[in-house]
């Protein structure tokens, strides 16, 4: 990892830079896939399938055989947990659910606000190395507890055309109602145009690779809804001298070990911790199955010594990390200040693990600095409000005389006359 002593306010900038990603040629070719999904629907999956995922499917969709034997397959275990975190992510997601507004904004004008479900919701879970059951959680229950009437969920099949068990029992368990083995760029088409087989949704969810996250970008555009913009993971831990660097560096490869292309930051007023964080990643690194892909990611990562909590927190909220971690004994001070951040892990004893996985909080969270402007995934990305009012013939009375001037003063004069009219009648 890259250490920086006390850099100037003016370094800023860079520091807080994520790995840049070539993406020269990518989105022509993620159009090309785009194009021959909408044009030639299950025939060109069936074909993208045999070509990017080395699988010959005879059917898109996954069987009620498939889904009862992937349970049996599941350990009894893993079930366990899988239903453990479920609840509590659901009991979390649950309280979310909006209430009704309704308020009387001048004498007889009444106007309230309504949360429906989207009806189809799409949600895209990456395979490979890492199969992403706990994904599956985080999408699937929200959407469920939002009331959402289809849930439609991808994911690439291994090379024997199966999906892994654990996803599909998963699944099963939040609820989704529609499988189908479907991986990277042609997923996404499948789900943002519909085929013969897979339904079209109004929104799509879920983290994948550059050609996911293209596709996603490109649809969005004109034919579906999309969660958020997604990059690589990433993490900032803030620490103090009496943090415990072993908790600290596990941190920071907890996040490391996703993907070569991911980022961590440590910020910290203590030059001797440094050192010390330093010699626990180098001796945890070593016992890592997935070292090779955590040292890329650390090529990328930096320990950054800062003069106080000030300067740190300033940092910090200017880098707006997906996950932040803050293990100092003043945490929840430091909490109060933290503006930007997808999701936030205070105290020694809550590691980003908990988040990702069963504390309740979703995972699905905003990347590359978009935690400025964007939420996590929560109950709302599943909803849509609708805005309503009725004005009785006092409240037209009342209000009426203030729409026309409006009106005329933007030189609209139907808009005006359809309260004139009224008025008139009265």
Not at 64 to 71: I, N, V
Not at 138 to 143: F, G, V, W
Not at 157 to 186: C, M, T, W
Not at 348 to 358: F, L, N, R, V
């Amino acid at each position: 990892m890259n250490t920086i002593l006390n850099p100037d306010r003016s370094q800023w900038s860079e520091l807080t830079r994520r790995p840049a990603l070539s993406v020269s040629g990518l989105y022509e070719r993620v159009q090309a896939v785009l194009d021959k999904v909408r044009n030639d629907g299950d025939s060109a999956l069936l074909a993208l399938e045999e070509q990017f995922d080395h699988v010959k499917l005879s059917s898109l969709a996954v069987s009620q055989q498939e889904l009862d034997e992937a349970a049996d397959k599941v350990p009894a275990e893993l079930k366990q947990a899988i239903q453990r975190a479920a609840a509590n992510i659901q009991k979390f997601h649950q309280a979310q659910l909006p209430k009704m507004v309704e308020v009387e904004t001048s004498t007889g004008v009444r106007c309230w606000q309504k949360a429906v479900p989207i009806s189809k919701v799409g949600l895209y879970i990456p395979g490979g190395t890492a199969p992403l059951f706990s994904t599956v959680l985080m999408l699937a229950i929200p959407a469920r507890t939002a009331g959402c009437q289809d849930i439609v969920l991808c994911t690439p099949p291994g090379p024997d055309g199966h999906v892994n068990p654990a996803i599909l029992y998963a699944a099963q368990v939040a609820g989704v109602n529609r499988f189908f083995k479907l991986g990277g760029s042609q997923a996404i088409a499948a789900m943002a145009y519909g085929t013969e087989s897979v339904p079209k949704v109004s929104k799509i969810f879920g983290p994948g690779n550059p050609y996911v996250t293209a596709a996603k970008q490109i649809v969005s555009l004109k034919d579906v809804a999309i969660d958020m913009p997604a990059g690589p993971s990433e993490v900032l831990v803030i620490a103090d001298a009496k943090a415990n660097p072993a908790f600290v560096a596990a941190d920071l490869l907890s996040q490391a070990e996703h993907g070569r292309d991911s980022q961590v930051i440590m910020l910290t007023s203590s030059r001797e911790f440094i050192g010390k964080v330093e010699a626990e990643v180098e001796r945890q690194l070593a016992l890592l199955p997935r070292c090779d892909i955590a040292k890329d990611a650390l090529a990328n990562s930096r320990l950054i010594l800062l003069e106080n909590d000030d300067r740190i927190v300033e940092f910090s909220n200017l880098y707006a990390p997906e996950h932040l971690i803050i293990q100092t004994e003043n945490c929840d001070e430091l909490a109060q200040r933290v503006v930007n951040a997808g999701s936030v892990f205070l105290g020694p004893y809550s590691p980003e693990s908990a988040g990702d996985y069963a504390s309740g909080t979703n995972h699905t969270l905003p990347t590359s600095g978009y935690a400025k402007a964007y939420s996590g995934v929560n109950i709302d990305s599943f909803m849509r409000k609708i805005t309503f009012q009725k004005l009785s013939k006092d409240g037209l009375k009342d209000l009426g005389p203030i729409i026309e001037t409006m009106a005329a003063g933007e030189f609209l004069d139907a808009h005006k006359n359809a309260v004139t009219v009224r008025l008139k009648s009265l």
